[in-house]
């Protein structure tokens, strides 16, 4: 999933109160380890005594590290314990966000919203119940579109109509669908057909690194290195001109597992795997 453009600026924490916790916590990923250590330490010791607002900074202050996961365990076990801290629910709903979990953060948000008074808090989680609402709709229908244009795609390939602009839209799109959680479009059919692809228009610059993308992801680095090499120096085409690296990308196969399409950029050109040009 695309945090940005699912959260956008509704990745803030709530904190009741004091607008100087909510600098601590937004500062911690820039301190130094032995201020950061610190400062977690006092949060821990103080939630450990039974303090329910040090236990809701010490789950910020963890999801703010990116310990996510941590966080969430934090502010449920705070929650069972005090489901009227509605702030806490309200953050807890951007942390299942951040884990790429949008039904279960609609819930919360909705939970919010029923249980709020008339307020600042309430129109904050009615705002951001009606942006995530907005977001899980405009997937929908990107995802019934992508469906669509995929069997149109693989249709016109079957009846052996596919031009070289057909076969890069229909690689890029295997490519991009294969990356999604619980899609049933397979990595090895992307690189069959971006390989057609770049058979059918070897000087596309685009397909080539689509190409060495899937090569990435799928392991084959050392086709990835091949596929990219004619790209360095000054005989490198226009979109990856002054490229200082060529090759795999160890971050490629992280990312692309672990979040989903669309593939992140590779060190070899300036193309996004999830935009095809024909």
């Given amino acids: 999933m695309d945090t940005e453009r699912l959260i956008g600026a ?5 904190i009741d109160g004091d607008e100087q916790d909510l600098a601590r916590i937004t500062s911690l990923a820039t301190l130094p380890a032995t201020e950061r250590n610190a400062l977690l330490a006092e949060f821990a010791a103080a939630a450990e005594s039974g303090g329910t607002r040090e236990a809701h900074l010490l789950a910020l202050a963890l999801g703010a590290l990116g310990h996510h996961e941590s966080a969430i365990s ?56 009606r942006h995530l609402r907005d977001w899980q709709a405009a997937e929908s229908a990107r995802i019934r579109f992508q469906q669509v244009r995929l069997a149109a795609l693989r249709e016109r390939d079957q009846y052996g109509e596919s031009g070289a602009a057909d076969l890069h ?36 610059p685009q397909v080539l690194e689509k190409l060495t ?25 226009a979109p990856a001109r002054g490229t ?24 070899c050109a300036a193309t996004t795997v999830g935009n095809p040009q024909p």
Wanted: proline residues 9%; charged residues 25%.
């Fill in 10 to 14: 509704d990745a803030r924490w709530l």
């Fill in 74 to 129: 934090l502010l449920r076990t705070l929650l069972d314990g005090h489901p009227d801290l509605l702030s806490a629910r309200l953050n807890l709903a951007v942390l299942f966000q951040l884990i790429d979990l949008p039904a279960v953060a609609l819930e919360e948000l909705e939970r919010v919203v029923a249980d709020a008074e008339a307020g600042p808090l309430k129109t904050l989680a009615g705002d951001r119940l």
């Fill in 169 to 204: 839209e229909l690689g890029s799109l295997l490519l991009t669908l294969a990356g999604e959680p619980s899609s049933p479009v397979s990595l090895p059919e992307a690189v069959i057909v971006l390989e057609r692809a770049h058979a059918a228009a070897p000087e596309n």
């Fill in 213 to 237: 993308v899937a090569y990435t992801v799928t392991g084959r680095d050392d086709e990835a290195s091949a596929s990219c090499a004619p790209w360095r120096g000054d005989r490198s085409p």
């Fill in 244 to 267: 200082q690296q060529c090759g795999p990308h160890p971050q490629f196969r992280r990312s692309w597992r672990r979040g989903g399409g669309p593939v992140p950029q590779s060190t």
